[in-house]
């Protein structure tokens, strides 16, 4: 089973930054969008962030302006640039990726990786 790999979370401070990585963990074919929800506790799971395989971009209303997605195609890697982070951004932050149905044999969730934003 090819699984999602993410690193990059953290402890923090208001107004710092941080970078998330994912990438699977074999080769996955067909990937028509990558992206980064989160989930804060108590509250559902958000899109953050999401890149097609075209280059679109499209972001939550909360981090427009100080969070970047970018993708490299060659690895399926993705990144998530976060700045100038607030507590609010604290969360549980999640890879996920966009297969066609017929893509067996991926977890298109990533296990989770904690941004805390806090003095």
């Known amino acids: 089973q090819v699984q999602l790999v993410e690193s990059g979370g953290g402890l923090v401070q208001p107004g710092g930054s941080l970078r998330l990585s994912c990438a699977p963990s074999?080769?996955?074919?067909?990937?028509?969008?990558m992206g980064w929800y989160r989930q804060a506790p108590g509250k559902q799971r958000e899109l953050v962030a999401r890149?097609?395989?075209?280059?679109?971009?499209n972001y939550a209303d909360s981090v427009k302006g100080r969070f970047t997605i970018s993708r490299v195609s060659g690895n399926n890697t993705v990144f998530l640039q976060m700045n100038s982070l607030k507590p609010e951004d604290t969360a549980v932050y999640y890879c996920n990726i966009l297969i066609p149905p017929w893509v067996k044999g991926v977890d298109n969730w990533g296990q989770g990786t904690q941004v805390t934003v806090s003095s």
């Open positions: 074999g080769s996955v074919f067909s990937i028509t969008a």
């Open positions: 890149i097609t395989s075209g280059g679109s971009t």
